[in-house]
Structure formats: C-alpha cells, structure tokens
C-alpha cells in the first residue's frame, strides 16, 4: 500500500500502519512477557527501519501502552496492584503527592534501576492526583479489541486486502503545517486535529480509535510526550512529530492529495527551498 499524501509531503520515513491481527507477522519484534519498557523506540524502528513489530497482552510494555495499543485499562492493576493510587501520584509529583509516599517508594524499589529518578519524583503530567485520577478514571478513551495482536509496520508492508486502524506520518514542523492544513481541507468546521497531552503511544493508539468510531474522525498531533522522546532518544530527530488518522480519514486524504494543498504555489515553493538547501 503506498501513500500519494507521504510522496508529496516528501518524508523522508514511510508512514506506520497500525493493525489488529490474530496473525503474528514472521520476525517481528517483541517485547519480553510482563516487561516494562516502552514501546515507542520499537515504533522508531518501524518507522526509521522499515521493522514490524507485534505487540499482545502479555507484551505491551507499560500500563499506559496497554491502554494505548487497545488492551483495555491497564492502570488499574498496575505494578503488581499498586493501580491507580500510585500512578496518580507517579503522573505528578512522584511521592511528594502520594498519601503514603513509604509505600510509593517501596514500590518504586521494584521498578527498573534506570526509571527509579522518574519516578520518585513524578513525570508532572497533571497538576495534582486528581486530575490524572480523572485522566485515568475517566477521561481516557479506553478500547478492548477482540483480536491477539496489535501491530506496528511500515504501509507498504500491508498485505493485500487488509486495512489498518491508524495511519501515523512522522513528519517536521512544515510538514505537520502541510497536513494540518489538508485534513483541514477534507474536515469541516475549525478543530480538524486533536492535540491530547499524553502518553506518545496513546496519541497514536487509543485517541486515535476513539477517533475512528466517529462519523468525521480527526487526525491526533502526537510525540508531545517527553519521556516517549526521552527513551527513543535521536532514532527519531528532535524535530518530528507523529501525525496520526484514523483509516477512513487516511483515504480521504489521499483523494483530496491528488490535487490539493501539495499541488499550490505555496507548498511548491517550499519544497524548491528544501531541495535548493539540501543540493
């Protein structure tokens, strides 16, 4: 499957398909069972290598990306059922807003050595408990899909006759200018993308499928997530951002492509500056 929208963007990565599958795809990568890692350098590698990767419940890294990747909530449960208590704080300010910071820390103890700063201090996501509470409780869309997999892999790569559930560009700031401005051309009314700051995985996953149950999706505007950028450090560059639709706004994007925004005297004009600046 190829992409007139990405061709005439001029990525520089091919877009990432994002499917639901009960087939696993032969060498994809994998994260150990009940490992706790992120899952965004495993999209860098998708993205910037041309890797699949697969993804399931007993793999999904961390309890954000098994609400993220579509395995229902994974925060009620999390770390051994320490659950929403302690990542509200954790969403925070670590164990300075837990009600029990001596049983926040003991938990923290069984938490990778690499991760424990971050998390005796908090990723200040919210400005107090309740509102991640709220976040967590609430305010994030949550989907349980049906099927085994969920899988991270290049568009081409897409076999014939199957449909993925997001599309995700990464794209730099002009770029993201060029798709904010084509979804604004196919959406009407004036909020056509969606901008939640959240996990990276959930900007491409979770408010994504939330998106696609509606009648006019929106794209998201994703990679705002600091410790995401953190943990894939210059595998993606500094500059880019996820862009990421739902399949059905995808398809619209490539038709309104074949004679668009990319086709003006405008885009036109910065590509002939992008080419003249890299001969």
Known sequence: MKSITSEKLGLAHEPVAILWSNTL??????????????????????????????????????????????????YYDAFGGAGV?????????????????????ATVQHIPEREREKFVHGERLHKDPEKARRFMTADLPVTDIAEKYV???????V?????????????DPLQVTGLVTLVGAVREGTDPVRVPPMAACQQIGAFVYDEAKKEHPRAVLGYT??????????????????????????LEMEVESK?????????????????????
Request: aromatic letters at 14%.
């Open 159 to 171: 076999p014939p006759g199957e449909k993925p559930v997001v599309v995700v560009f990464l794209a």
């Open 25 to 74: 795809p032969e060498g994809a990568l994998r994260i150990k069972p009940h490992g706790q890692t992120c899952i965004m350098p495993f999209f860098a590698q998708v993205a910037t290598k041309g890797k699949t990767a697969a993804f399931d419940r007993e793999s999904y890294g961390c309890p954000g990306a098994r609400a993220g990747l579509g395995f229902g909530n994974g």
């Open 225 to 250: 997530d600091l410790a995401a950028r953190a943990n894939v450090g210059k595998t993606i560059p500094e500059q880019m951002f996820t862009f990421a639709v739902p399949y059905s706004l995808f």
């Open 85 to 105: 208590d302690f990542m509200s704080a954790f969403f925070t300010k670590g164990a300075a807003s837990s009600k029990n910071p001596e049983a926040y820390c």
């Open 259 to 279: 004679d668009g925004v990319f086709d003006g005297p405008i885009w036109k004009g910065f590509a002939v500056e992008r080419k003249g600046a890299s001969a």
């Open 151 to 157: 899988i991270f892999t290049p568009l081409s790569k």
